[in-house]
């Protein structure tokens, strides 16, 4: 296949955002304007919703989730056995995990404390009103010995099929290790799993090609039915997240990696982009991960052998963005019910949403849903997650970008601490390239 395009990858799917979010205000303010327009209503309406909106775009939007969610089972178990097995030392094994669990935690601990610094400073649920039909169904969520003994699969075709990544991740890695040990027939299905990787890998390429449309579509039929009036009245509350995730992906994450590798945080979080944007618009970390593990590899530099373990692991158990939200969301809904929180109980946020990070899957939403486990610890009145849910759309896009930008961090820094890393690569400014070449 050529490439007769001269833009960049990155560049269409900009431009597939851009023009997306711009088609959908339009469409939203049409729809909302109708008598204005003149235009026979029942036709337009037909036309926009029913053929575009709720047709088209739909359509388009779920076909590129569905592409890329069909990808992640695939991908992190091809690439993690092919990188349990590659790894020379077994030793090297443990050590990955408890540098990436520990750096994961670390990060995730930082950004709430940050969340929660900033949430007191600026005040954001002082003199906000109590809607009176704020109602919220809190589900139940999972305990953290119960996330622990799930890890392990007793059927991993089934966890295969249900997509629990951690199942996936502790059954793979131990497949790994045994092909490993297992002489001349492990090395005869290490080279099949070899080339199944390159074939994944393929299909991820011509997958990430497609994305501007993907993306346009997502944000076209999104931004057509958003209600962006809401964010007005949780301007306090919307803002302080957002400048959170900002101040955590920018500065926290910049000053990690330059003080763990030395590695310029400029190239770095350039190199994000295009993960950025995909976790962006599908608002899931999950979904993202065939484009982060490509973006580690490929852009950034970290071995497969470090990036196909702590890739999938951080996007199922490091959730900055998510804890920040929580941060704030907890601060906000302390202060609308007037509760006061003590250091102790700041202290216990903290702990929980640290945790309940962990506990949280990487698709759209389940941040909202794991907050009430964090607001619960803390006595604070579950409903309030009612008042912030209508902005939620829009900070879940957001924070994911943070959670994956998070993710591929750690992993430069657990890959350069191993030796497993190519500085080349990093410093390459064609390797962003690598990612956009189908032939
Ligand atoms: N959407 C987030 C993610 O996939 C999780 C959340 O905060 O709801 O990373």
Do not use: W
Not at 21 to 42: A, C
Not at 353 to 374: Q, R
């Amino acid at each position: 296949m050529t490439q007769n395009n001269k833009m960049s990858l990155t560049t269409r799917i900009m431009l597939g955002m851009v023009t997306g979010v711009f088609l959908g205000l339009l469409f939203q303010f049409i729809l909302g304007n109708k008598e204005d327009v003149l235009i026979p209503l029942g036709l337009f309406d037909l036309a926009v919703k029913g053929f575009f909106v709720d047709g088209l775009f739909h359509i388009g939007g779920q076909i590129f989730i569905a592409s890329l969610k069909m990808l992640v089972v695939p991908l992190v178990f091809i690439s993690l056995v092919c990188g349990t097995c590659s790894l020379s030392d077994p030793k090297k094994l443990g050590r990955l995990g408890g540098k990436s669990i520990a750096l994961y935690l670390t990060t995730t601990a930082i950004a709430i404390t940050v969340a929660i610094s900033l949430a007191l400073l600026v005040s954001p649920g002082v003199g906000y009103d109590v809607p009176t039909e704020a109602a919220f169904d809190a589900k139940q969520a999972p305990t953290l010995t119960q996330v622990i003994i799930n890890m392990f699969p007793t059927n991993p075709i089934n966890a295969m099929a249900e997509g629990n990544m951690l199942q996936v991740i502790v059954f793979a890695l131990l497949f790994g290790i045994a092909m490993a040990l297992s002489g001349e027939p492990g090395k005869r299905v290490a080279k099949v799993f070899d080339d199944l990787n390159t074939v994944v890998l393929k299909l991820v390429t011509i997958l990430m090609n497609l994305a501007p449309i993907g993306v346009f579509c997502l944000m076209a039929k999104l931004f057509t039915t958003i209600e962006m009036g809401l964010i007005l009245g949780l301007a306090k509350y919307f803002f302080t997240v957002l400048a959170a995730l900002f101040i955590h992906a920018l500065i926290n994450y910049s000053a990690l990696l330059k003080v763990l590798t030395g590695l310029s945080p400029v190239t770095f979080l350039t190199k994000m982009k295009d993960a950025c944007m995909f976790a962006f618009s599908t608002s899931s970390s999950s979904a993202t991960m065939p484009v982060t593990l490509e973006t580690a590899t490929k852009k950034l530099g970290a071995h497969n052998s470090v990036a196909s373990f702590t890739v999938p692991l951080g996007a199922t158990i490091n959730m900055d963005g998510t804890a920040i939200m929580q941060g704030v969301a907890t601060v906000f809904i302390a202060q609308v019910f007037a509760v006061d929180l003590t250091i102790s109980d700041y202290l216990m946020v903290i702990l929980t949403a640290t945790l309940a990070s962990v506990g949280t899957a990487g698709v759209p939403g389940v941040g909202l849903i794991m907050l009430a486990m964090v607001l619960n610890q803390v006595g604070l009145p579950v409903e309030g997650i009612a008042i912030i849910m209508g902005v939620d759309r829009l900070l879940d896009m957001t924070r994911t970008a943070v959670n994956v930008t998070g993710d591929c961090m750690v992993t430069c820094v657990v890959a350069k601490s191993e030796n497993e890393f190519d500085t080349h690569v990093f410093n390459d400014p064609n390797a962003a390239k690598a990612l956009e070449k189908i032939d």
